[in-house]
């Protein structure tokens, strides 16, 4: 069965600081995995996926994350934080085997501090 | 382009009263899904519309749900009788047809309290 794991349900971090949002996933057959952010009152906005070729994705609003097939992990990442970067944020994967459903995990509030 | 809509924004209920959530999602959108959040929890799978035919209800926890999606357009999700287990926000979303590849576009969601 699919899975994803965030298993920070908060990361705090200063403004211009780096960060890192963690994600693991367990999928049968090849991993489709994306980034999602919410904003208050809002729906969830899609930032950045990985289907295959480079481990390194860029996605909107300046950040990026990282596919590694060993650790099976996507960790969404930025260089410089900003407080406007403070939302809700969903790991999620679909998979090229099954029905295509994409499982979500539990998301990590990220706060940003000026 | 317009988004996906959903209708009512919150809806408060009693135990044992019915609701029914809309959805219109993006016109081309072939797929249509429904998700579930209770407070702090994962973004949970309800079920997956390809057009008018249900492609994966596996999501739906029981026959107390019932979700349809007339003509391939617009979806409803109603819960009859609701309980107070159903609280949570119900997320619509719809994308392209594909091979499981495309991102979702979701609605602001309807917040559901069972009283």
């Known amino acids: 069965a699919q899975s994803v794991a965030q298993p920070e349900d908060q990361v705090n971090v200063a403004e211009g600081n780096p960060l890192t949002v963690k994600c693991t996933y367990s999928v049968s057959g090849n991993p489709y995995l994306f980034w999602y952010v919410q904003y208050p009152n809002r729906g969830l906005q899609f930032l950045l996926k990985?289907?295959?070729?480079?481990?390194l994705v860029k996605g909107s609003y300046g950040f990026e994350a990282e596919f590694n097939k060993s650790q099976t992990s996507f960790h969404l990442k930025k260089p410089s934080a900003l407080v406007s970067d403070s939302a809700l944020y969903f790991c999620?994967?679909?998979?090229?085997?099954?029905?295509?459903?994409?499982?979500f995990g539990t998301g990590t509030r990220l706060k940003v501090l000026a | 382009e317009a988004g996906v809509t959903q209708f009512p924004s919150h809806s408060v209920i009693e135990k044992g009263q019915t609701v029914t959530l809309r959805c219109d999602p993006i016109s081309g959108h072939d797929n249509l899904y429904w998700y579930r959040r209770v407070m702090g929890k994962e973004i949970k799978f309800l079920l997956h519309f390809v057009k008018e035919s249900k492609q994966d209800e596996s999501g739906m926890p029981n026959n107390r749900f019932l979700a349809e999606r007339t003509g391939g357009t617009y979806s409803t999700l109603k819960v009859q009788p609701a309980e107070l287990e159903d609280s949570g926000v119900y997320f619509c979303?719809?994308?392209?047809?594909?091979?499981?590849?495309?991102?979702?576009?979701f609605g602001s969601g309807t917040q559901l309290s069972v009283l």
């Open positions: 979303a719809s994308s392209h047809p594909g091979p499981g590849d495309e991102k979702l576009f």
């Open positions: 999620a994967v679909s998979s090229t085997s099954g029905t295509y459903k994409y499982i």
């Open positions: 990985y289907i295959t070729g480079d481990n």
